[in-house]
């Protein structure tokens, strides 16, 4: 299964960058021990407009332009589930071996995933009540991809 997180606005060069590409290429090494193809990151230039509707609308479109058909959604959203990195690392595995071609993680910008995308998602995560930069949110959630690698391959990392 291919994994690709796909994101509203881009890294600048800094710590930021680094350490999502850190995880990222650690999980490229574990994953494909474990039947995953990789880990993109897809970047979205954030919509212009200036009413939130229109750039919901705007930055959706932008997103759906890159998703293939029968690929798994999971839209982070400060309303979804919270799970544990045990939980996180089930999930994934489980879609592995359902044969799921891809599974697509959905990063909105400032104002959110739109209502459609959200419903289109199999599930809805969050990573806690408080509202966290995209920036942040993206390296939680390569870190977390990660980690849920390392619970599955057996790998100390994880020591819960």
Excluded: C
């Excluded at 490229?28 to 609308?57: C, N, Q, W, Y």
């Excluded at 930069?133 to 599955?152: C, D, F, G, K, S």
């Amino acid at each position: 299964m291919r994994l690709s997180v796909i994101a509203i606005g881009r890294l600048k060069q800094g710590p930021e960058r680094e350490l999502a590409e850190r995880y990222r290429e650690r999980f490229d090494e574990t994953g494909r021990k474990l039947g995953f193809r990789g880990l993109e990151v897809h970047e979205i230039a954030e919509s212009r407009a200036r009413d939130v509707p229109t750039r919901m609308a705007e930055e959706a479109a932008a997103m759906v332009a890159l998703v293939p058909e029968r690929a798994m959604l999971v839209a982070m959203d400060e309303r979804g589930q919270n799970l544990d990195s045990i939980g996180f690392a089930q999930k994934l595995a489980g879609w592995r071996d359902q044969s799921v071609p891809q599974t697509i993680f959905l990063i909105g910008g400032a104002d959110g995933l739109s209502p459609e995308l959200r419903r289109k998602a199999k599930l809805s995560v969050s990573f806690g009540a408080a509202t966290w930069p995209h920036q942040m949110l993206r390296v939680m959630l390569l870190e977390q991809i990660y980690r849920a690698a390392t619970i599955l391959a057996g790998h100390p990392y994880h020591r819960a």
